[in-house]
């Protein structure tokens, strides 16, 4: 019983010190802070080295579209490693689950090296299948960061009217605004105004890593412009050519959707014709 009753004192003071220790904290001595200040930085550890050689490996030769592609889905190189592995995964299950039945014993119309040859061919189609995805996926983050950007542009030119000044007018409209393409227009804001540079720097660079050439365009026009007036016309005209552009890009989209129903249209006719004939066919091959 007493040994017991240490044992829950002691305890009881260890947690009281580590309780008082953990708020009161414990401060370096200030040479110890500037010995850490002067020792040199290595590039990190062996394992990050190892995954710092490892990953562009997995991820492929680099590229500007690739990166544009992962910028503006807000996405990383280890994403898209992870992606790579899930496509090709996917695309080698069926022929591994067949190869799978097979070696229980279920007779099947596949050998089983054409099974393994079909499952290695999947891998290599899902692993490079991911590519594709990635860049529908940033086309269609593009499309939507384009219509982002006419109404931001919008809200500019309504603020700027208002007697707004250039600057304020796009950093206010850019607080009001919700969503991803905001956001990076916001960052771009944010780190034109910590370089002291004029916002549309920014815009331009933001356009030049996401791969949206408006942005770009924009930034253009706007250091032509110069200032006042000059600069609300400019960025009315670009927010009305940037909606004209989507229209005309609804209207393609629709129509390429349109014509791509004439064959199952075509195809349920054909099989609606087949099902009508066919009794008045057979009724006359008959005796």
């Known amino acids: 019983m007493l040994l017991v009753f240490a044992f829950a004192c002691s305890t009881f003071v260890a947690g009281i010190t580590l309780v008082v220790r953990g708020a009161v904290g414990v401060t370096p001595p200030l040479a110890s802070v500037a010995e850490e200040l002067r020792r040199p930085r290595t590039a990190g550890t062996a394992t990050a080295s190892l995954m710092d050689r490892v990953l562009p490996r997995l991820s492929g030769a680099p590229s500007p579209q690739r990166s544009a592609d992962l910028a503006v889905c807000d996405r990383t190189e280890d994403w898209f490693v992870q992606q790579r592995f899930v496509w090709a995964l996917l695309a080698s299950v069926p022929g591994l689950g067949l190869f799978a039945i097979s070696t229980w014993g279920v007779a099947l119309f596949f050998p089983p090296p054409l099974l393994l040859a079909a499952s290695a061919a999947g891998l290599v189609v899902g692993w490079f299948y991911a590519r594709v995805d990635l860049h529908s996926d940033a086309e269609n983050a593009r499309r939507d960061f384009r219509h982002a950007l006419a109404a931001y542009l919008e809200l500019v030119t309504i603020l700027m009217s208002g ?125």
């Open 163 to 287: 007697g707004a000044g250039v600057e304020t007018s796009m950093f206010d409209a850019a607080a009001l605004g919700r969503g991803s393409a905001f956001r990076h227009i916001r960052s771009a804001l944010s780190a034109a105004h910590a370089r002291r540079e004029p916002p549309w720097f920014g815009l331009g660079q933001l356009g030049s890593r996401i791969g949206v050439s408006e942005l770009e365009e924009l930034e253009a026009s706007m250091t032509l412009a110069g200032g006042g007036a000059q600069v609300r016309d400019s960025l009315a005209a670009k927010a009305a050519s940037m909606r004209m552009r989507d229209l005309a890009d609804v209207e393609s989209e629709a129509q390429a959707r349109s014509e791509t129903m004439v064959l199952p249209v075509a195809l349920m006719f054909a099989g609606f014709l087949v099902l009508i004939g066919y009794p008045a066919l057979a009724a006359l091959s008959g005796p």
